[in-house]
């Protein structure tokens, strides 16, 4: 067996199907499953099982995929590490990213990174949601992916940094502009733009509205939350997003104001929890982890903040620790 059966089929037992994993390679599905057959020859078990949609390890593909991911993972911060040893302080650090990442969370810290490591080269990759940054943490040579935090994955490890309370977005002069907060029953009767449906957020929102026995109707769609907060600015509609860093705050109302738009909190929904998403930390590069720290240090980055919340009221959230 070579380290490309091992590779392969670890990225095989991630995504559960052989045809993605040759859509990633850029290779056919044979081409896939003669990796497969290769260890499955050389260990004398079977390793997968086809089910209705795609394939899974067997009891014996579990082992080996366990032991070939941390196997893998180790000589990937060996050959990382002796690399940066060749080559001084310099060296890449490669992150995944939602498509409003970087403007939001990471500015300063870039800044920061760079002016510490001026050598060191910056790589990011954008991604449509948080499982596209695990699939492509999980089947690549990235370090980081910067995520919103949801269930455990399978070999993939999460840690949080900023708690983001929700928010609904209205242009000035809306109804509900000069609130200092909203309930969330009041949703019910409103039209909202939809947040991209296949992204943690909007099924983390969703799941709370359904607790809450609130439903939400939606005429508009959006891939990111950037266009949602545009959209409500223009008044075409209104929004439920979290209230992104960076947003200028009304001190007399607390209410977050930045241009024609208007936040309104909602303190009664649990604010989303965002941070990194990495195969093992132990096994990080000390400059990925560098810029992991930088981004989570005060003016490097961002940090936990709790959601606020009307006066004299405990707000989901409030309260927890890490």
Known sequence: MTLEDLRVFVAVCRAGSLSAVARELGCTQSAVSQHVKRLERETGVSLLERQPRGVAPTRAGQLLEAAAAEGLAGLDLAVRRLRELADGESGSVRVATGATTVRHFMADAVVAFRRRYPEVSLEFRTESSSRACFDALAGSELDLAWVTLGPPVRGIEQRAVVDLPWVLAVRAGDPLAARPYAEIREL?????????????????????????????????????????????????????????????????????????????????????????????????????????????????????????????????GQGQGQ
């Open 188 to 316: 019910t009767e409103l039209r909202l733009i939809r947040l991209p449906p296949n992204s943690t957020s909007a099924a983390q929102l969703d799941a709370a509205c359904v607790e809450a026995g609130v439903r939400l109707v939606f005429d508009t769609s959006v891939a990111d939350w950037d266009t949602a907060l545009l959209l409500a600015e223009l008044g075409l509609g209104r929004a439920v997003v979290p209230a992104l860093p960076g947003l200028r705050v009304n001190g007399r109302r607390g209410v977050p104001v930045t241009g024609d738009l208007r936040l309104v909190p909602l303190p009664e929904l649990r604010p989303l929890t965002v941070g990194w998403a990495v195969r093992r930390w132990s096994a990080l590069s000390p400059l990925a982890r560098a810029f992991a720290e930088t981004v989570a240090l005060p003016g490097g980055g961002t940090g936990r903040t709790a959601a606020p919340g009307p006066p004299g009221r405990q707000t989901q």
